[in-house]
């Protein structure tokens, strides 16, 4: 198997290994050119995007500066949102759905270190995917960890460190992030009054 074989299918590998490299220069230079692009330059903005991710769908607006390992192994979805400072390592994939709502400073992780000092000294690491699902809304400064799957229409609430897979359809906060509740019918009407007060002015 190849390093970047090794690598998306979780096991150790090397980051130093030449391919991997490249990889991590070629996204490394989009980036910077996406950081460097003026807000209403909408169209180079949507070019470097379609050849920094794998799939990138409509709408897709992300406020700079973003940061990324490879840019390749992203997959989004539709009507996205990022705002300031997001940071996504993808040494693994990351998927994500469609109409997902960043905060500034949200943190995505796919990478991790061997627990034993001697090895991870050896400097090989791994990782492990992270995936969040449609409708999902994730508050500023928060960090999500390897290997969590945030589920369809959840809310996490700010500063959250999510540890561990959250279901569809909560609320959700804290150091470790727990659920606080599940999103309830009196939820969505009190939203539905809010909106039509809205369209009513």
């Known amino acids: 198997m ?35 692009t003026s807000f209403d330059d909408m169209e180079q903005r949507e070019e470097i995007l379609k050849k920094l ?6 709408n897709v607006f992300i406020e700079p500066s973003f940061r990324c390992d ?22 693994c994939p990351v998927n994500i759905g469609s109409n997902v709502f960043i905060a500034p400073r949200v943190c995505i992780f796919t990478a991790t ?9 050896t400097r090989l690491e791994y990782g492990k995917p992270v ?11 928060t960090v999500i960890n390897p290997g969590v799957v945030i ?13 561990k897979d959250i279901p569809p359809n909560v609320i ?10 599940e999103i309830s019918e ?6 539905s009054e809010m909106y039509k007060q809205y369209l009513d002015k």
């Open 2 to 36: 190849t390093e970047k074989e090794k690598m998306l299918s979780g096991m150790y590998y090397n980051g130093e290994d030449k391919e991997l490299v490249k990889m991590r220069s070629d996204a490394r230079l989009l980036t910077h050119r996406y950081n460097l």
């Open 53 to 58: 991710f794998k799939k990138c769908g409509k």
């Open 70 to 91: 490879y840019g390749s192994n992203i997959t989004i979805g539709d009507n996205f949102y990022a705002n300031f400072d997001c940071i996504i390592l993808d040494v």
């Open 113 to 121: 270190h061997p627990i034993d000092a001697a090895i991870r000294n």
């Open 131 to 141: 995936s969040i699902g449609n409708n999902v809304w994730i508050g500023g400064n």
């Open 151 to 163: 589920g369809d229409g959840s809310i996490i609430g700010s500063g959250s460190v999510v540890a």
């Open 172 to 181: 959700a906060a804290g150091n470790p992030c727990r659920i606080i509740r």
């Open 186 to 191: 009196a939820d969505r009407k009190l939203c």
